[in-house]
């Protein structure tokens, strides 16, 4: 029996990965969603300035401009939605990953120190926050309990090899200072894990990984907005989970709202709750954002409710959940039911529909 559901949900897994149609070159995916980089960052970043680091990234990264392109512009969305620049500042990385399962190389956001601190200023909670490592020549001294404290006199004369310790400080909204301290063999077992641990950064900087290493422990202490506690989960899903779960982050929104049945997760585009209130020039640049797109009219497609049951019955039919991601991720990207098209959704209905018929007919 177990056999024959193996059969099955091979079959699935074909017809989902057959390409549908000819796949457009990555520049043109590009051009194509600057409309929606700018609504998903204008409040934050110009999607003219995220289209030109991203291709500087392409450029001087051959096996990322190589990548699977939906991937590629998965990772750019993702960018604008979380509000965080790719590239050598290192606010996020986009590091190419060859996903076995699919057979094709994939590209992976790997948010550092610089991206968790951005997200914790616009969520009102971090004042000031730095980032260190201590060598076996430096003085330094750590105290717990109710009265922590660090205290770091550094020797830059002897910076040779690794670090034996990192450690985050982070300086809150109220004035009060926390810390965090990972010694570098605990850094070491979580580089071990990351999907990206022989490409990218892990291999250029490992100091500055380690550094956002212990930043992302210390960030599970801070109150962030749920955009930001967002973005972190979904790029811990990319870097540090398995090959099927790359395509979990890139059709995060909809998975969870057309598959779990815990219901619709929050849209991850929501406003700040604590966001700082804007400059005078935040009318100007909302004004470049474009309008969504009116509502289809005689809109007879299926509901976005109908779409979810239809997802559901899928997985209860015995449909992969690799197979799901596959088919959301092909008709909506990374996008949230709310902003789904009447098209998209009649054609993401009769594709996950289709799937529990395709099972059915490879079962005897």
């Known amino acids: 029996m177990s056999s024959t559901k193996a059969t099955a949900a091979d079959a699935v897994r074909r017809r989902v990965?057959?390409?549908?149609?000819?796949?457009?070159?990555?520049?043109?995916?590009?051009?194509?969603?600057?409309?929606?980089l700018q609504q998903l960052a204008g409040r934050v970043l110009s999607a003219d300035r995220l289209l030109t680091v991203t291709m500087w990234a392409l450029r001087t990264t051959p096996q990322l401009a190589a990548a699977d392109p939906a991937s590629v512009l998965a990772a750019v969305e993702f960018c604008a939605r979380v509000g965080l620049l790719p590239g050598p500042e290192g606010y996020v990385?986009?590091?190419?990953?060859?996903?076995?399962?699919?057979?094709?190389?994939?590209?992976?956001?790997?948010?550092?120190?610089r991206g968790y601190w951005a997200l914790a200023r616009r969520s009102g909670y971090l004042r000031h926050a730095w980032a260190d490592a201590i060598w076996p020549q430096d003085q330094y001294r750590i105290e717990r309990?109710?009265?922590?404290?660090?205290?770091?006199?550094?020797?830059?004369?002897?910076?040779?090899?690794?670090?034996?310790?990192?450690?985050?400080?982070?300086?809150?909204?109220?004035?009060?200072?926390?810390?965090?301290?990972?010694?570098?063999?605990?850094?070491?077992a979580i580089r071990k894990r990351s999907a990206a641990r022989e490409a990218g950064p892990w291999v250029t900087d490992p100091i500055e990984m380690g550094k956002k290493t212990v930043v992302r422990r210390h960030a599970k202490q801070w109150d962030l907005?749920?955009?930001?506690?967002?973005?972190?989960?979904?790029?811990?899903?990319?870097?540090?989970?398995?090959?099927?779960?790359?395509?979990?982050?890139?059709?995060?929104?909809?998975?969870?709202?057309?598959?779990?049945?815990?219901?619709?997760?929050?849209?991850?585009?929501?406003?700040?709750?604590?966001?700082?209130?804007?400059?005078?020039?935040?009318?100007?640049?909302?004004?470049?954002?474009?309008?969504?797109?009116?509502?289809d009219a005689a809109d007879t497609a299926p509901s976005v409710e109908a779409v979810q049951a239809a997802g559901k019955a899928a997985r209860a039919a015995?449909?992969?959940?690799?197979?799901?991601?596959?088919?959301?991720?092909?008709?909506?990207?990374?996008?949230?039911?709310?902003?789904?098209?009447?098209?998209?959704?009649?054609?993401?209905h009769e594709r996950l529909t289709g799937l529990v018929a395709t099972l059915q007919e490879a079962q005897p």
Do not use: C
């Not at 990385?93 to 120190?113: C, K, Q, S």
């Open 17 to 36: 990965q057959a390409p549908a149609a000819p796949g457009k070159s990555l520049p043109a995916l590009l051009e194509e969603a600057r409309p929606r």
């Open 145 to 188: 309990g109710t009265q922590p404290r660090l205290e770091h006199v550094p020797d830059y004369t002897h910076r040779e090899g690794l670090p034996i310790l990192v450690y985050s400080v982070a300086v809150l909204a109220d004035g009060s200072t926390t810390f965090e301290v990972m010694p570098w063999p605990e850094v070491e």
């Open 93 to 113: 990385y986009l590091v190419p990953r060859f996903n076995g399962r699919r057979g094709v190389t994939e590209a992976v956001p790997i948010i550092g120190y």
């Open 225 to 295: 907005t749920p955009e930001a506690a967002w973005g972190i989960a979904a790029a811990d899903a990319a870097e540090y989970g398995t090959e099927a779960d790359v395509g979990t982050w890139m059709a995060w929104p909809a998975l969870s709202d057309a598959t779990s049945p815990e219901g619709p997760a929050p849209p991850a585009e929501a406003a700040p709750k604590e966001a700082t209130p804007p400059p005078a020039a935040e009318p100007e640049a909302q004004a470049l954002a474009p309008e969504p797109p009116a509502a």
């Open 318 to 348: 015995g449909v992969p959940d690799d197979a799901l991601r596959e088919v959301i991720r092909a008709v909506v990207g990374s996008r949230p039911p709310a902003e789904w098209t009447a098209a998209e959704r009649r054609t993401l």
